[in-house]
C-alpha cells in the first residue's frame, strides 16, 4: 500500500458503509455478529413493521441509538475530517446512519440512508432527535407515529440525495471505498460511476466482495489501520 498525496486530486470521495464504524464499536450488518443475524429486518426495519407494532420498531431503533452513543469516532473517522479541513474538496457518501463521521467533525457528508438521529411525521416533516431515547413517540402536533428518519427494507431512496451524491461522484478523481459489502443497491453502483467517470479507485476492506473488481487498488485492511497510513 502506498500513500495518497490528497493534493494530487482536486476532488476526493469517501463512500463508506458500515465497517467504517466497525473499530468504534458499531456492528455490521451483514456476517457474524452483524444486526440483520440477529434481529430479522422484516420485523424492525421496514414500513410493515412499524405499520403492524410501531412501538417495537421505535424501542429496536432505542437499542442502537444507545449503542452508537456508548461508540465514539476513531482515528479513521478523524483522517477524514482532518483532511477535509486542508483540502478543498472532500466529501463523505455515507450508508451509514450512526452520525459517526459529524461526531468526527466531517461537515460534508451525505446520508444515502437517512440518519438515526432524525425522526418523520407524515404529515409534518422531520424533526431532529439525538438522545439515547426519541423525545416523543408521536407527533406533538398532529399525534401522528414518529417514523425514524432511516431508509429501511423496500423504502425508495430520497432522489434528491442520489442525485446530489452521483454529481459528486461523477466529478471526484478520487473515490475511496471503506467498509462496504457492496450488496444494497442504489448504492452498490457507485464505485463503477467512479470508476467510469476516470477517477481512481481505493477500496479499503479486510474482506473481498463481488464489487471489488471495479477498484484499481483493494486494502485489505480495516479502516482504521489503513487510513492514517494511506494519508500520513
Ligand atoms: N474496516 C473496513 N471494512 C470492514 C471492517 C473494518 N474494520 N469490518 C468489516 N468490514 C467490512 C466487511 O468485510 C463488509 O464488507 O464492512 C462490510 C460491511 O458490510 P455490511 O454489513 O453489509 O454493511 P453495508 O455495506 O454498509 O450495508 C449496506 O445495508 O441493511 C443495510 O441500510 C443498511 O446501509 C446498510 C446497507
Known amino acids: ?79 477524514i475530517a482532518e483532511l477535509e479541513k486542508k483540502h478543498p474538496r472532500v466529501i463523505v457518501v455515507s450508508q451509514n446512519i450512526d452520525g459517526m463521521h459529524q461526531r468526527a467533525g466531517s461537515k460534508q457528508v451525505i446520508e444515502l440512508h437517512g440518519s438515526l438521529w432524525r425522526v418523520r411525521c407524515p404529515s409534518h416533516g422531520i424533526f431532529q432527535d439525538m438522545g439515547e431515547k426519541f423525545e416523543n413517540y408521536k407527533c406533538t402536533q398532529c399525534g401522528s407515529w414518529l417514523r425514524p428518519d432511516i431508509t429501511w427494507f423496500g423504502d425508495m431512496l430520497d432522489q434528491d ?56 487498488e483493494s486494502v485489505r485492511e480495516t479502516a482504521g489501520v489503513v487510513l492514517p497510513r494511506l494519508f500520513a
Open 161 to 216: 440525495v442520489i442525485t446530489e451524491a452521483t454529481i459528486v461522484i461523477r466529478q471526484c478523481d478520487l473515490f475511496i471505498s471503506i467498509g462496504t459489502s457492496g450488496v444494497v443497491w442504489p448504492a452498490a453502483g457507485f464505485p463503477k460511476v467512479a470508476r467510469e467517470h476516470g477517477a481512481y479507485c481505493v477500496e479499503i476492506n479486510p474482506e473481498p466482495n463481488e464489487m471489488s473488481s471495479l477498484y484499481n
Open 1 to 79: 500500500m502506498t500513500t495518497i498525496k490528497s493534493d494530487n486530486y482536486k476532488s476526493i470521495v469517501f463512500f463508506t458503509g458500515a465497517g467504517m464504524s466497525a473499530e468504534s464499536g458499531v456492528p455490521t450488518y451483514r456476517g457474524r455478529g452483524g444486526i440483520w443475524s440477529q434481529y430479522k429486518w422484516e420485523e424492525y426495519a421496514c414500513q410493515e413493521a412499524f405499520d403492524r407494532d410501531p412501538e417495537k420498531v421505535l424501542k429496536f431503533h432505542e437499542l442502537r441509538r444507545q449503542s452508537v452513543l456508548a461508540c465514539a469516532p476513531h482515528v479513521g473517522h478523524t483522517v
